[in-house]
């Protein structure tokens, strides 16, 4: 296939060829563009990634020898494109069994934080060193187990941006539902081989509210494509994986409380101070009267008022004592609380990285978490929706559903999650109530409990990040999850 060349459905038997095209391509070589009739407005740009190239006549400032991505499999980067939006995308073949694995998408939350920040701090292929001008392998990364794709979303996170000359803004998660299926649908065009195999989509932290929202919507278009005759139309979505999500703000917004001034995390209570504790507990009627009325009546400014009230009142003590917000074990350092978050940031912004993973030079500059998504998401109240009633259709449509949490994370906790699941209406609500009162299992990593297609699971001692915190453990979590297993 020549670049350049254009992938129609026509060409579907063709398409495969691309899995067994070389790795290594110069860096100025074309991407290939793949079309689809029944997504005009969308495009997929794809080309192989030099992730493995060592690159030592075009780095100064790294190892001889060493690749840009150590422990990195074959695969691709390339960019979704509808109109002026461009999505990047960096996709690893799984180290154990390519042909067999599993495809999994994994979206970091915020929102607006960049899913380079799981590839390279998380459950990617090789993590950033301190220096930040290197890599080394991860050898739990989750591509031992699955194909993953790592997708930059919404415009303007991470290497994803608009080209237009008046560079247009974040318009929540329901708008970007289109583009995910479209992706996956010119992604299957590609490679109608990897349609074959069972598909996930996995997160974190706001990915409680993209991801039931995605995949609610990926479940319809496949009702669609089923009664109308196009079953080969079908992405074949088995399962979503959330970890540390933030679904409701009604269960989850009081929990800080708990994390703060009890001993449930067993290393509190963080706040000893007297009456400090006592005067948050004062708090909590008012914080879920106000998100009850923004429930029901979703007025920005009620909601807004419920926001700020909660905000102040219970998470304010917290934010002040100088603890990570995402891990109450550690001190707050560095940039989101992490010092090598910087490190990726000063790797990712090298210019021959950006060439090795084939990121356009319309992007000027990568950030882990871009401060204007955010700002978007709140002017039109996105994270004030709840994802409740997507997860209840999830779950009754039999798609497999999996939530992990660190029992470390304060931001998006382990009790405001299990507050969350035991509230949520579904077919099988009083079957997982029942388990998780009378069910409870230990495992390697903690404790966890499940009920028909709902699996819970509690990382004792992991924060916000489970992948990173115990990469062990997150494996070994995620292989049974995929294979059908249960946990040890």
């Not at 583009?179 to 989509?201: E, N």
């Not at 915190?469 to 249960?486: H, I, T």
Request: hydrophobic content about 35%; glycine content about 10%; proline content about 6%.
């Amino acid at each position: 296939m020549t670049p350049n060349a254009i992938v129609t459905h026509d060409l579907r038997q063709k398409a495969g060829s691309l899995f067994e095209q070389p790795l290594q391509q110069s860096l100025n070589d074309a991407y290939t563009i793949v079309t689809h009739d029944a997504h005009p407005n969308h495009a997929l740009r794809i080309r192989a990634h030099n992730a493995l190239n060592s690159g030592d006549d075009i780095r100064s400032n790294a190892v001889s020898g060493h690749s840009y991505c150590e422990g990195a499999t074959k695969g691709y980067t390339g960019y979704l494109t509808s109109g002026d939006k461009h999505f990047y995308f960096a996709y690893f073949e799984s180290r154990t069994s390519p042909e067999d694995d599993p495809l999994l998408m994994w979206i970091n939350g915020g929102p607006g934080c960049s899913s380079m920040m799981g590839l390279f701090m998380e459950n990617g292929p090789c993590r950033v060193n301190e220096h930040g001008n290197e890599t080394i392998a991860n050898p739990y990364s989750w591509i031992e187990t699955a194909n993953i794709f790592f997708l930059d979303q919404p415009i303007g996170v991470g290497f994803s941006y608009d080209s237009g000359s008046l560079p247009g803004h974040s318009n929540g998660t329901f708008a970007a539902s289109d583009d995910i299926y479209a992706f996956m649908r010119l992604w299957y065009l590609q490679f109608p081989k990897s349609q074959k195999k069972p598909f996930s989509i996995a997160g974190e932290s706001y990915g409680g509210h993209y991801i039931p929202i995605f995949a609610s919507h990926i479940v319809e278009q496949n009702e669609l494509s089923i009664y109308e005759g196009r079953p080969e139309d079908v992405v074949p979505l088995e399962s979503v994986m959330i970890g540390n999500g933030i679904f409701d703000p009604l269960h989850q917004a009081t929990s800080g409380w708990d994390m703060t001034c009890t001993n449930v995390t067993g290393i509190g209570p963080v706040i000893t101070e007297d009456g400090v504790c006592e005067e948050m507990a004062s708090h909590i009627d008012r914080c879920e009267y106000l998100w009850t009325a923004c429930y029901d009546y979703p007025d920005p400014l009620i909601c807004r008022a419920a926001n700020t009230y909660c905000g102040r009142n219970i998470d304010g003590p917290y934010f002040q004592t100088g603890l990570n917000y995402y891990d109450i074990s550690k001190p707050c350092n560095g940039d989101l609380c992490y010092p090598e978050i910087d490190s990726i940031t000063k790797y990712l912004n090298r210019q021959d990285v950006r060439d090795a993973f084939g990121v356009d030079k319309a992007v000027s500059r990568f950030d882990a978490c871009s401060n204007s998504v955010g700002r978007d998401f709140n002017k039109v109240g996105d994270g004030n929706t709840p994802t409740t009633t997507f997860t209840t259709f999830l779950l009754n449509k039999g798609i497999k559903v999996l939530m992990y949490v660190g029992t470390y994370d304060w931001i998006c906790n382990f009790v405001g999650n299990e507050r969350f699941l035991l509230a949520l209406p579904w077919i099988g609500d009083y079957g997982y109530r029942h388990a998780a009162t009378y069910g409870q299992k230990q495992w390697e990593g903690g404790q966890w409990w499940e009920f028909e297609n709902l699996r819970y699971i509690r990382v004792q001692g992991a924060g916000h990040m489970v992948p990173f915190d115990k990469p062990e453990v997150a494996l070994s979590m995620v292989k049974s999850w995929l294979k059908g297993k249960p946990l040890k």
